[in-house]
């Protein structure tokens, strides 16, 4: 939490200052989001900035004063409070999600307590909810060699671009495409929502930049599944749900400069609109009811974050 040390260095001047003028209590913190929805304040979430923070007297003060997020550093805000000790709440306004921690919204100041830290994580899937995208894509080998006897492709290629628009109508999200070689099928995702972004709790972050901080994103929707090379198949408008985990920085590439690091992988499940008929299972295993990312053999992905400022 090295924003919270500068921040209060900079807090602690600033009520020297003001010494000799009025006498003044402080509130500061930073607003998170539980982007790994493990329900602590970890490496793994993510400042929240943008919201309004709104400081309120509740034990016979009249006073009321806010700040916005963002405004001491990322997610990070302070309320100076003037000659009025007394009893507080916290309320968030602008798109905030429900609080996770702390219970409860409300603190004291005295004249033997002047200042107060309240941290605040909001919930991961709510905060997180299509606040991401995603590019580029992949192919697949041979889980084992990464190729096969005189095999001239990959078994699974698939890529594209998943951002849902700013507005309340998000649009048709993008466009996925998947080409199952063995198959002969293409499945072509069209209309795309995000389910969730975040960072897997025992897993770093995806990169150190601020515009790509998250290691995995899952969207769903509706497309099309039609054969390929020869296949006459064609089931129509189909629904999926797929995840992509960027695990590694650059690109996730077996043995390239980053071997022994994590990396990248992706799974999808296509099916009839009922969701009774799974026409397409790409994952480590046949078992179609669990999510079983596979290996990523070629290729990279990138999950950035949301430029919406609502979101």
């Keep these: ?89 916290i309320t968030l306004t602008g798109n905030a999600s429900p609080v996770i921690s702390p219970a409860s919204l409300t603190f004291s100041l005295t004249d033997a307590v002047n200042t107060a830290t309240v941290n605040i994580l909001l919930d991961g899937q709510a905060c997180t909810e299509l606040k991401c995208w995603l590019t580029g894509g992949g192919v697949k080998f041979s889980s084992i060699t990464h190729t096969e006897l005189a095999e001239k492709g990959p078994v699974h290629n698939f890529g594209g671009n998943v951002n849902p628009s700013c507005d309340s109508d998000p649009g048709d999200g993008g466009n996925w495409n998947h080409i199952a070689q063995k198959a002969n099928l293409h499945f072509q995702g069209t209309s795309i929502q995000v389910v969730r972004c975040g960072n897997v709790a025992d897993h770093p972050p995806g990169s150190t930049s601020p515009v790509t901080p998250y290691n995995f994103i899952e ?93």
């Design 219 to 311: 969207f769903q929707g509706t497309g099309t599944l039609k054969g390929i090379g020869g296949n006459k198949a064609d089931y129509g408008q189909v629904t999926f749900f797929a995840r992509a985990e960027d695990r590694n920085e650059p690109g996730g590439e077996a043995g390239g400069k980053n071997a022994g690091a994590y990396i990248d992988r992706y799974y999808l499940q296509v099916t009839n609109t009922a969701g009774t008929k799974v026409l397409l299972n790409v994952d480590t295993d046949s078992v179609t009811s669990t999510v079983d990312p596979l290996t990523i053999t070629g290729g990279n992905m990138q999950i950035h974050i949301s430029s919406c400022a609502t979101k």
């Design 1 to 89: 939490m090295r924003k919270l040390i500068a921040m209060a260095a900079f807090m602690v001047a600033s009520v020297a200052m003001m010494e000799g003028t009025a006498q003044a209590w402080h509130v500061m913190g930073t607003v998170y989001c539980d982007a790994n929805l493990n329900g602590v304040i970890d490496e793994g979430d993510l400042p929240v900035s943008g919201l309004t923070v709104t400081v309120t007297g509740t034990g016979g003060t009249s006073f009321t004063g806010s700040d916005t997020t963002g405004n001491y550093g990322a997610g990070a805000w302070a309320v100076f409070v003037l000659d009025t000790p007394g009893s507080y709440k």
